[in-house]
Every structure is written in C-alpha cells, then in structure tokens.
C-alpha cells in the first residue's frame, strides 16, 4: 500500500504554493503505460498526448508565414514553445515581450511553454564546456517576467557518452538550480528536466528528486542524441526509467523528440508531451514528413496525404512555386501530418488499441522493430501501468505480441489462481484465430456435459473453455497456433504442458470438428459454475492469496453444494450468465455481474462487503469528510485519496474506505493505485455503488 506524503517531501512554503495550483493535470483514459488527459495551465488548457510547434521567434520577426495565430486557429494546435534564450539575445525582442507580454507579442491564444537555451548551449558549445552565456537564475525570472506559462530552468545537458561520474554531477547541478529557480518562478509553472545520460539508476533518481521538489511538468532531456541515430532501444530504457522516478501524476515531456514515427511507442511508455521543430526544418529541406519516414519532394509523383494543402495540388506543382511559398506549404503539410499522429495517438487509447499502433509504427524501421521487442524485457513496467482489461485485441506478429503485458499476466495468474474442475478427462483443442468461433460454445457445453473438459491450445497458451469469453484469451483475433514461430510455439507448448500436469486426470488431444454436436436443451451449470469460479479467482486475485471463489460465495466441498448456494441469472437472449446471487438462508444477494463485453464481473456492493470482510487488498482509503460523498454514490477524487493498493491498475474493481478501514463503496479504478497517491487531479474511482445508496 502506498500512503500519501503530505508535504511529498518539499518545504511546507513549497506545499502552500501547491494548493493555489497554477497546473493541474487529469488523466482520462488509459493504454499500456500510455494515457490521454487534459493539462491545465491557468486559465488554458490542452488535451494530451500533445505536441507543440517550436516557434523561432527570429524567423517570425522576418515574416514567417506559418504565425502562432494561425497553428491555433487553423491547425488546431493549443500549446507552442519557444525559446526565450533566443527572445533575450534580441534587444528589440526582449524589450516588446516585457512590455507586450509573450501572447500578445506572439498573438497566441494558447499555452506556450518556453525554454532557456540549454540545448543551444549543447548544439553551440558556448562560455564553458556547456554552458551559454546566462545566468541559470535570471534566465528563469526573464520567463516569468515575459509572462510563459511553462517556464524551463536551465539545466545541464547531458550526452548519452557522458561517463557517469560527469553525469552525477551534472545531475546535482541541475537539481540545485531547480530548487532555486523553483523560488523565482511566480506565476508560472515551472519546467524541470530529467537528465543522467545512459545511466538509468541517475534518470530514475533525477525523476524521483524532481517530483519530491514539487514539480509539476517535466521534460525529459538529452534525448535528441540517441533518436538522431536510431538508439530507440535505448531510449526505452532511458524513458522507463525517467518515468518511475516521476511518477503517473507528472506530465512527461520527451524534449526534442517529435518525430511521428517514434511518437506511438513514446506514448505507450508514459510520453504526455512532444515538442517539434522538424516541421519547418524538414521543410527548409524541401522534406516532405509522413507517419513512417520523410520523402523528398523532388521523388514524389503524388502526395499520399489528403490534408487541405496536399489535396490542393500535384508534387510537381508543389515544385515550380517560389522557395519561400514552397516551403511554407510544405511546413504546413508537415503540420498536418504530426496533427494527424496526435490525434491517432489519442483515439488508440480510448479504444484500447495502442499496442495495435505501436506494432504498426515498429515496422517503420528495424531499430524501431528492436526497441518494440526489448520491451519484452521491460515488461514489468508495462504490467505495473497498463489497465486490467481493454477491449478486444488483434494480433499479427507474434513476434512482438508476445510482449504485451496481456500476455504475461494472463499466464501467471493461471499458474497462480486457477481451479482445475472435477472432470472425466481433458481435450485438448488446437486454436486458430477468433478463439470462440473454433469451438462453438454448444459443442462446448455438450462436451463438457459429458464430462470432457475442454482446453484450447492458443498462443496466449492454454485457454480453459470456461475463459473462453474472458478478457483477454476470449477478447483476442490470434495468428493460428502453427503458424507461429518455433521459439514462440516451444514456449506455448511448455505452458500447455505444465498446465496439463497440474491435472491429475487423462489427457486427450482432439479435433474441434470432432467434438460431440449433441444439442443439449439445457447448458449444465457444471460450466457455468466453473466459469464464476474461475473468472472470479483470475480477476479479483491477482495480487493476492485469498481464495476469491470461497470469499465470495462461501465455503463449499463440491459443486452440489455450491449449486444450492449460488443462483446464475443468465441473459434470455444469449443465455449467457449475467448475474450471480449468492443464497443465504431465504436471503438472496446479488454479489456480481458478469460484462458482455470483456467477460469480467462488476462488483456489486454485497460482493464488494464480501471481499471487504476478507481483507482484499484492492482498497482505497479516502479521507473521512470527502467519504460521506463516496457513500451516497460520488467518484473519488484523487486529491481525497490517502493511500491506495499498489496492486491496483486501471480498470481494476475496487473498494473505497474510510480512515477506520469501515466500506463506504465499490467502484472501478480509472488510474493505478500509485497515480492516484501521487496525483491531484482527476477522478481516481468511478463509483458504482455506495452504502447509502446512489
Ligand atoms: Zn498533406
């Protein structure tokens, strides 16, 4: 369990300042490690992931067509960043964004976040190794005093060949100079970077250090580098790191980083921001910018593209315009297309199908492929993030499948909770892909009924046909099992065999097609009671040891018994169970119920008490004057939330608690226990029931 830090480890001064926030951050929806959300800046807000135009406020003052006005209003784009090294350097800038203030001087109407030269001082060397003439403080007084809304301290860059004894110390730089620019920032919030090179325990501790500072947006630095050359694996690695020192509740932004093709995978480890100034740079070029790479305009004979510019005309027209109008409408192509990105990005997690795009985008280059892969060995950050079910998924390559935190927590929690039936024998079922439609669910029941027990080989590995419809063997399009690769198809059928030695009775392999036909007039409950069974043990005790089944429905010797003690409502259109009501005395409680679309039960506030009682640990404690709300029916906000399950993930059933641990309701988690410890804003619990009624 963690347990909120009031305070979080800053001075008392620092948390006041915190309570009149001038950010907030809310998440919405989440994907693997990836979410959307809202990120609110006074008075301004956007929705993320997001990327922001870099603006070079030089090339404005010489009449560059693509304004700030228009990236908001006609692109759509609702946060810019600019550089105030460069602003300052200019006598007659400086002094009209003093006097006008940056939106007025730049005519946006949006967030625009600023930052202070540390990447010149990196591409331009410099007074110093690395350093640009400016002071780290004044530099920060000079944002706020131009009115930025996300100022950016001045931090030290820090290259991937950086030994790490260098990297340490320019760690401790970087954090000093942010406590003492924390101090001059005002109004503006302010952004902190996480360095520390290839050195991963330093990323993950300068994250760490910044979110007990107090900070509230963070970059990650230092990364142009390693996407320069293609070191995508290792950027994962740096990315992961930084993030579990930071936290879910800190909007991360991957400084430099915007090209679309790493964009998707970015999101999926926890990149909330994206900034890009490859938009007019590939322009200059001549450098048209799609998803998957960058086309010269020269080579093209029609654009691929149906954005306003690209549908207007031809390459070649394109081509035979004056260099300045030819690139403008290139850039404004180039913007389309990073828009377009954004907002795919954005719509695959609502759906659930982030993973989907992240293979998609691995295709684009073989680093790309690698990094994608090497996620396999950082699995254990995709499993403490992504949400407990989604929807239905589709999978092509297994080669990279085989990396989704689906597939790793499906089979540990059958070793872990799952109950063998009391049978005849096993068959054992080849699957091919749309596991439902290889045995239909009578020939099931039928076969079942007479007591074989049905088990489908599938490449998530073997499916009992009582899980069949649950999330996430019931929810998935696979490849044919023999189809597979050799190495994945080994490491299946080792877990189908250790699955069929943990079953004491005959094992037999048959054919879907041979499987009895017989119609059955009624399914028999011997399945049905298997399936709440056996869902409720792989669903509710994940992280725990508690027997579920006999939590929930009490302690019973054999099937006969619990038949009498459990009543199933079942669905009259599809037969299907829909609710299960546990029989006590003349008493009938509706503990839970079953969802069409994911196969997983709700909990109902009776069921919820049961688990309660047990001592479940997917609890969130709330604070006692917020929980009256709670009970009547209120999500819980995550700034009432004092201390939450480590073990619970989004989408997860959970129960909301009062300080004395006593139940107040049940509900569903929209964030990981940790988000909602660490965060202040946002709804953590959509709550379903509440004691005293909704
Ligand atoms: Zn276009």
């Not at 603006?55 to 759509?76: A, D, H, I, M, S």
């Not at 699955?499 to 119609?519: I, T, Y």
Request: charged share 25%; aromatic share 6%; proline share 5%.
């Amino acid at each position: 369990v963690s347990t909120r830090r009031f305070l979080k480890g800053g001075s008392e001064e620092l948390s006041r300042e915190l309570d009149g926030r001038i950010s907030a951050f809310e998440v919405k929806d989440c994907d693997l490690a990836g979410r959307t959300g809202a990120l609110k800046v006074g008075s301004r807000e956007v929705m993320t992931p997001a990327l922001m135009p870099v603006v070079n406020p030089n090339l404005l003052e010489k009449g560059y067509p693509l304004t700030p006005f228009r990236l908001k209003e006609e692109f759509g784009f609702d946060i810019m960043i600019t550089n105030s090294y460069m602003i300052r350097k200019n006598p007659d800038l400086s002094s009209r964004a003093l006097e006008l203030g940056l939106h007025r001087l730049l005519d946006f109407d949006g967030i625009i976040m600023t930052d202070s030269g540390t990447f010149q001082s990196y591409v331009y060397g410099g007074g110093g190794k690395n350093e640009v003439d400016v002071d780290p403080l004044e530099i920060v007084e000079f944002q706020r005093n131009i009115g930025s809304d996300i100022g950016t301290i001045l931090d030290r860059f820090t290259t991937p060949d950086t030994d790490r004894q260098r990297a340490d110390s320019d760690l401790r730089e970087t954090m000093s100079r942010g406590s003492l620019s924390l101090e001059k920032k005002g109004q503006m919030e302010l952004a902190v970077p996480v360095q520390g090179g290839l050195h991963l325990d330093l990323r993950e501790e300068a994250g760490r250090l910044v979110r007990e500072m107090g900070v509230r947006y963070s970059p990650i630095g230092g990364v142009v580098p390693l996407m320069e050359s293609y070191r995508y694996a290792e950027l994962v690695d740096v990315i992961i790191s930084a993030k579990k020192g930071l936290g879910p509740s800190i909007p991360a932004h991957l400084f430099g980083a915007g090209h679309p093709m790493f964009i998707p995978l970015a999101v999926a480890l926890g990149c909330d921001l994206f900034d890009s100034a490859s938009y007019a740079k590939f322009a200059k070029d001549g450098r048209y910018l799609t998803m998957d790479r960058t086309r010269h305009l020269r080579e093209m004979e029609s654009f691929p593209c149906s954005c306003r510019t690209c549908s207007r005309m031809e390459p070649k027209e394109m081509l035979e315009l004056p260099p300045l109008e030819r690139e403008a409408l290139l850039a404004e192509h180039n913007l389309w297309s990073l828009r377009a990105v954004m907002g795919e990005v954005r719509s695959a997690i609502r759906e659930g199908t982030l993973w989907e795009l992240v293979e998609r985008s691995a295709s684009f280059h073989p680093s790309l492929y690698e990094a994608v892969r090497h996620l396999g060995d950082r699995a254990d950050f995709l499993e403490d993030n992504a949400p407990a079910t989604t929807r239905r998924f589709m999978c092509s390559d297994l080669n990279l499948g085989i990396c989704r935190p689906e597939f790793r927590r499906y089979r540990r929690s059958l070793c872990k909770n799952y109950r063998y039936p009391d049978a005849d024998e096993m068959v054992l079922v080849k699957g091919t892909s749309g596991l439902r439609g290889t045995v239909g669910s009578r020939k099931l029941h039928s076969s079942f009924g007479r007591g074989s027990w049905v088990v489908v080989t599938t490449p998530i590995g073997p499916v009992p046909s009582e899980l069949l419809d649950m999330y996430p063997p019931g929810q998935s399009v696979l490849p044919p099992i023999d189809s597979l690769p050799g190495e994945i198809r080994n490491e299946v059928e080792n877990h189908v065999k250790a699955f069929s030695e943990g079953w004491a009775g005959p094992v037999r392999s048959a054919d879907a097609d041979s499987l009895s036909d017989d119609a059955v007039e009624k399914a028999p409950s011997g399945l049905d009671l298997h399936r709440i069974i056996n869902v409720s043990r792989m669903q509710f005790g994940r992280e725990t040891d508690l027997e579920i089944d006999r939590v929930l429905l009490g302690e019973y010797s054999d099937l006969s018994l619990l038949k009498e003690r459990v009543v199933l409502r079942t669905s009259r259109r599809t037969g299907k169970v829909r609710n299960v009501l546990a029989v006590d005395g003349d008493k009938e409680e509706h503990i839970l119920s079953l969802r069409a679309e994911d196969g997983h039960f709700t909990l109902k506030l009776a069921g919820g008490a049961r688990l309660h009682h047990a001592g479940w640990p997917y609890r969130v404690t709330v604070d006692s004057e917020t929980g009256e709300y709670n009970a009547m029916g209120y999500n819980v906000f995550c700034r009432f939330v004092l201390s939450a399950g480590e073990c619970i993930r989004p989408g997860d059933e959970v129960l909301v608690v009062d300080p004395s641990g006593s139940l107040l309701a049940v509900g569903q988690a929209r964030i990981t226990g940790r988000h909602m410890v660490e965060g202040d804003s946002g709804v953590a619990v959509k709550v379903r029931e509440g004691i005293k009624g909704k």
